[in-house]
């Protein structure tokens, strides 16, 4: 499966797949977004597998290996969303104390959408597909409209992990 998603302008996610590794990483994804968040892991093969969509402010523990990609999507409108300030996550090798492993916190945020970006996503969802063409904008904005309207879908043909032993939580209130 191929998705034209772009970690920066050169380098492609499709290109990004799981590597072969016995390190563990143990990561705990908290959504710090308003948003419905898609976690999704990056295969073997590079196929895009939507592991759970996460709901605002609630938070679900990975157990993952180091090599292993994971990127993250609005689960509405499919827009990029970042953690650590990157598109990619590489989970880190495990960190061990006397008692055990430690999960690593791993906080998902919204990114400093360029002044475009933010446009192409106001107009998603108002403008209809075959009207697009009739906007009087420059043709390469009507194309990059149409392009982030076929780079947003791309969740929809994802294949999603079925874990019945993964679960999001709500934080507890301190």
Same mark, same amino acid.
């Given at each position: 499966?191929?998705?034209?998603?772009?970690?920066?302008?050169?380098?492609?996610?499709?290109?990004?797949?799981?590597?072969?590794?016995?390190?563990?990483?143990?990561?705990?994804? #908290?959504?710090?977004?308003?948003?419905?968040?898609?976690?999704?892991?990056?295969?073997?093969?590079?196929?895009? #597998?939507?592991?759970?969509?996460?709901?605002?402010?609630?938070?679900?523990?990975?157990?993952?290996? #180091?090599?292993?990609?994971?990127?993250?999507?609005?689960?509405?409108?499919?827009?990029?969303?970042?953690?650590?300030?990157?598109?990619?996550?590489?989970?880190?090798?495990?960190?061990?104390?006397?008692?055990?492993?430690?999960?690593?916190?791993?906080?998902?945020?919204?990114?400093?959408?360029?002044?475009?970006?933010?446009?192409?996503?106001?107009?998603?969802?108002?403008?209809?597909?075959?009207?697009?063409?009739?906007?009087?904008?420059?043709?390469?904005?009507?194309?990059?409209?149409?392009?982030?309207?076929?780079?947003?879908?791309?969740?929809?043909? #994802?294949?999603?992990?079925?874990?019945?032993?993964?679960?999001?939580?709500?934080?507890?209130?301190?």
């Amino acid at each position: 499966m191929s998705t034209s998603l772009k970690k920066g302008p050169e380098i492609e996610i499709q290109r990004l797949r799981s590597k072969g590794s016995y390190l563990h990483s143990y990561i705990r994804f #908290v959504n710090c977004t308003q948003r419905l968040v898609d976690i999704v892991w990056l295969n073997h093969e590079g196929v895009s #597998v939507r592991y759970k969509t996460l709901p605002s402010k609630n938070w679900v523990d990975v157990n993952t290996y #180091v090599g292993h990609p994971w990127i993250f999507r609005d689960a509405i409108t499919g827009d990029k969303l970042v953690v650590q300030l990157k598109e990619v996550f590489e989970p880190p090798a495990h960190c061990y104390e006397r008692d055990g492993a430690v999960r690593r916190v791993v906080m998902i945020t919204i990114p400093v959408y360029s002044l475009k970006e933010c446009c192409l996503q106001t107009l998603r969802p108002i403008v209809p597909a075959n009207y697009m063409e009739n906007l009087e904008l420059p043709r390469t904005l009507i194309t990059e409209l149409k392009n982030s309207l076929k780079r947003n879908r791309f969740l929809s043909t #994802v294949e999603t992990v079925q874990n019945s032993n993964t679960s999001a939580h709500q934080p507890a209130n301190h």
